[in-house]
């Protein structure tokens, strides 16, 4: 693993979010990496893309990871957009996938299972408002017992779709309400030097 792609999805909103926790995590997984001789390529949405561009830099990185804000269960609208036009177009052109997996002579093939991308890792890196405990606990009604990752299936299902390893996240909870950003900060440095060892 000698590769780095980060995308930051964060979408500003004006007096409600800036994008500033995102940046500084963005800044400590560049800087962890940066340090021990990675190569790193990065990309934030919101500054704009060349969508070819993004599809080369999927196929060169050999770990992706999004760092992202939870805006309603979701990552914002303007990460949705990317992933619509760089995996359509990564499809086009065959590269980290080829198909659906399907055949229609062997029923044996599953769906999600045409991707060429086996080499590679997907992690997540998020900030919520929604407490840790939320998680992970079955007698939370919300998400009923799933993790921050199981909630936000949907993202890497995309990576997974195309043979990626989809690797545990890093979560930071409570942003807004009880923000604990240094203990955090620590989390996310012990995540990453996993990483690095593997």
């Known amino acids: 693993m000698k ?6 999805a964060h979408q500003k909103w004006d007096g409600m979010s800036e994008g500033k926790l995102n940046d500084l995590f963005q800044d400590q997984i560049v800087s962890h990496f940066e340090d021990r001789n990675f190569t790193i390529k990065t990309t934030k949405i919101e500054n704009g893309y060349d969508i070819d561009s993004e599809v080369d830099k999927h196929d060169w990185a050999d770990l992706v990871i999004t ?13 949705k957009k990317y992933i619509d036009e760089v995996f359509t177009k990564a499809w086009s052109q065959q590269k980290l996938l080829i198909n659906d997996g399907r055949l229609l002579e062997d029923k044996s093939k599953q769906y ?23 998680f992970n606990n079955p007698s939370q009604d919300l998400f009923e017992g799933k993790s921050a990752d199981e909630a936000l299936i949907n993202l890497s299902a995309n990576y997974k779709f195309c043979g990626f390893e989809i690797l545990d996240g890093f979560h930071s909870y409570n942003v807004v309400k009880e923000p604990q950003i240094e203990k955090d900060i620590e989390i996310l440095r012990a995540r990453l030097d996993i990483l690095t060892m593997n």
């Open 3 to 8: 590769n780095i792609l980060i995308i930051n």
């Open 67 to 79: 760092q992202t804000p939870v805006f309603w269960f979701n990552t914002p609208w303007i990460h």
């Open 112 to 134: 999600g299972s045409g991707g060429i991308s086996q080499e590679k890792k997907y992690m997540l890196s998020t900030t919520w408002n929604a407490p840790e405990e939320a």
